[in-house]
């Protein structure tokens, strides 16, 4: 939404969110300039939070600077996380030596602002695996947005305590190793997002909160009508003792049930603000 092909229909855009029964989202900052249209958005508009940081093509652009500009913004009303951060080697439009620094500074900034981070990684999981483990123990809470990785590098983000995002790739037909890995996400760690306006079109609109509504019914689809199951994403539920007990398969309504009920638990004992939400 901070997007500036949305600002002359934005209005319409929240209205159309709000009819499709989205109640909250999360923009993702990836520059100074858009964080600060995303703290601006926060404050206008009541069901708008936001993510403020330094995407990987943009490292080369860090200063001292930019770290007290982004401290600060963490304190502003709805400004819930740092990001996006990460690793990003598919394209390589900053320096990886350089985009490695600036994401560890930023994993420090959140650890000491206490907010989650929102993650990007794309062609790099190795190496930001290998950042993680280095400060396990020192990290922020996070989400791992548009997850991409295996299902190997997904048991390693669960472990470290992080939750994985999935986008409108998973619904696509050769995204197999994808779909293994949101098959094999436990329920109370998955989330959904649009992550536009990037990666996804609903008929060639640009991707605005309504469309999560879509990849949900898509992964639905998957379930009721795709017989392989390399290809359901099929949400899973721990059982038995806690972290060393077996997944067992469960219903989507069942996941979503779940995660609404943990949710409002939360919310009902610490409050909403207190809880960061990253609701996408």
Same mark, same amino acid.
């Given at each position: 939404l901070e997007n500036e092909g949305f600002q002359n229909d934005l209005p319409e855009v929240m209205q159309r969110m709000e009819q499709a029964g989205v109640r909250r989202c999360v923009l993702g900052g990836s520059d100074l300039e858009t964080s600060r249209r995303i703290v601006a958005l926060a404050k206008e508009h009541e069901g708008v939070y936001g993510a403020v940081g330094v995407h990987p093509h943009e490292a080369k652009t860090w200063t001292d600077e930019t770290e007290a500009e982004l401290e600060g913004m963490l304190t502003q009303p709805r400004v819930v996380a740092v990001g996006e951060i990460g690793l990003d080697y598919f394209y390589d439009l900053s320096p990886r030596d350089q985009q490695r620094e600036v994401l560890i500074k930023q994993l420090a900034l959140a650890r000491r602002m206490n907010v989650p981070a929102v993650f990007h990684v794309r062609d790099a999981h190795g190496d930001m695996l290998e950042v993680l483990r280095e400060r396990r123990g020192e990290l922020p809470a996070g989400v791992m947005h548009c997850y991409s990785g295996s299902v190997e590098s997904a048991k390693e983000y669960l472990d470290l305590g992080f939750y994985l995002s999935f986008a409108g790739p998973v619904t696509f037909k050769n995204a197999h190793k994808l779909q293994e890995a949101a098959r094999f996400c436990p329920a109370d760690r998955l989330l959904v997002e649009t992550d536009g306006? /990037?990666? !996804? =079109?609903?008929?060639?609109? #640009?991707?605005? #909160?309504?469309? =999560?509504?879509?990849? /949900?019914?898509?992964?639905? %689809? !998957?379930?009721?009508?795709? %017989?392989?199951? =390399?290809?359901?994403?099929? #949400?899973?539920r721990r059982v038995g003792e806690k972290g060393k007990g077996e997944f067992v398969p469960i219903s989507w309504e069942e996941a979503v049930d779940e995660i609404t009920t943990r949710w409002k638990a939360l919310i009902a004992a610490y409050g909403a603000d207190t809880m960061r939400l990253y609701i996408m």
């Open positions: 306006k /990037c990666v !996804y =079109r609903v008929k060639g609109d #640009p991707e605005h #909160p309504v469309t =999560r509504g879509f990849v /949900c019914r898509k992964m639905q %689809h !998957y379930e009721r009508t795709v %017989h392989s199951p =390399r290809r359901i994403p099929t #949400p899973l």
